[in-house]
């Protein structure tokens, strides 16, 4: 590929060079390629461009880069990673609850709520709770979401309210 060809390539890809560098590839273009064909040239044909050996133009060296940027973002406040919910069982009996995805058929585990009972429980954005009967068949689940803070078994020991 001739230079000519390389050169409004180089002016897209190479962010943060100043527009009269860009200008420059075209001015070193005809006596670049020359020498780009010449044995032993090598890459030394595109240097006078990309040194910023021209006055006003700016060198690769001296560009700010966009890392600061990236870092900024990556540090940018995202979703809470847990969530501390209070469970709350308003049913007159002890309710067998499953923490996951699929009870009986998924992982996650087993537990229950006494009658008229509290208990803190932190969890993930997403986790599931479920209202399971005898043969841990889900009868009510629950996705937990950020900024919930209470789960309520409903009175009717079948239903769930979030707060």
């Known amino acids: ?5 390389i050169a409004p390539f180089c ?8 527009s009269s560098a860009c200008s420059l590839l075209g001015t070193y273009a ?4 020359s020498m780009m064909t010449q ?14 050996g021209a006055p006003g133009s700016t060198s690769a060296t001296n560009t700010p880069t966009s890392g600061s940027d990236t870092k900024s973002e990556a540090k940018a406040p995202s979703e809470p990673t847990t969530v501390s919910v209070t469970l709350r069982n308003s049913c007159s009996k002890t309710v067998n609850v499953f923490f996951g995805d699929k009870p009986k058929f998924g992982s996650g585990r087993y537990s229950s709520l006494s009658s008229n009972s509290r208990t803190n429980q932190t969890f993930k954005p997403g986790d599931q709770l479920w209202i ?20 309520e078994v409903a009175s009717s020991c079948d239903a769930f309210r979030t707060h």
């Open 132 to 151: 399971v009967d005898d043969g841990q068949n889900g009868v009510e689940n629950v996705k937990v979401e950020a900024g919930m803070k209470e789960i």
């Open 39 to 52: 044995p032993g040239a090598g890459a030394t044909g595109a240097t006078p461009a990309t040194a910023g």
């Open 1 to 5: 590929m001739r230079f000519q060809e």
């Open 30 to 33: 005809n006596s670049a390629s």
């Open 11 to 18: 002016c897209i890809a190479a962010l943060g060079l100043a």
